[in-house]
């Protein structure tokens, strides 16, 4: 239970930040303030411990809030998945963060360049599958961070097509032992700014 109390601390702090943001446009005078950004693509594993297992699918949906046409807060929850079979044993590790970001943006006239950080909580599970030992499933929630970058190409002045680059570094327990599940993703975004 302790482990639960510093992710949501963080997106306790953020939420009333990113309430407190300011209305901005990069395209003049008043604009959007708030904005939703979806993501699809792949999750690929970077650590030892999944070794046995290929990339797969990283989706999810980010509500954002400016300060400035430089700075804004972030809240996101997304699933990710990472799958394979070794010498017959089929393993699969999945999860569900839940994150809170901040983010540095470089607005220019057509496009816009930008990196964030944060943390969150990583609602993990992990099942292998084997003709010898059977079936086994263990689940755990755990605590990680990631850091990452985007370039976005405005659409309109309210909708920003990108591609985006994070890395998760995060560790979850199962069935005793500790299972290093942190990766990269991979994926296109879709943005709607109002």
């Known amino acids: ?3 639960l109390v510093a992710p949501f601390a963080a997106i306790a702090l953020a939420v009333p930040a990113a309430a407190l943001a300011q209305p901005v446009s990069t395209v003049g005078g008043a604009g959007p303030d708030t904005y939703l950004e979806l993501h699809l693509g792949g999750f690929v ?4 411990d999944l070794d046995g297992l290929d990339p797969n699918i990283d989706v999810g949906g980010t509500f954002g809030a400016r300060f400035n046409p ?10 990710y998945r990472a799958s394979g079979t070794q010498s017959g044993v089929k393993g699969v590790v999945d999860a569900i963060p839940v994150t809170a970001s901040l983010r540095l943006r470089y607005p220019m006239k057509v496009a816009e360049l930008s990196a964030f950080a944060g943390g969150g909580i990583h609602f993990a599970h992990e099942s292998i599958d084997s003709a010898v030992t059977g079936y086994r499933s263990s689940g755990d929630t755990a605590f990680g961070y990631h850091v990452g970058a985007e370039a976005a190409f405005n659409l309109s002045p309210m909708m920003r097509v990108g591609f985006e680059v994070r890395r998760t570094f995060v560790t979850a327990s199962f069935d005793g032992g500790d299972v290093d599940i942190g990766g990269l993703r991979l994926a296109a975004t879709l943005g709607y700014e109002f």
């Open 1 to 3: 239970m302790r482990s």
């Open 70 to 79: 430089n700075l804004s807060a972030e809240l996101e929850v997304g699933y």
């Open 45 to 48: 594993p970077q650590s030892s």
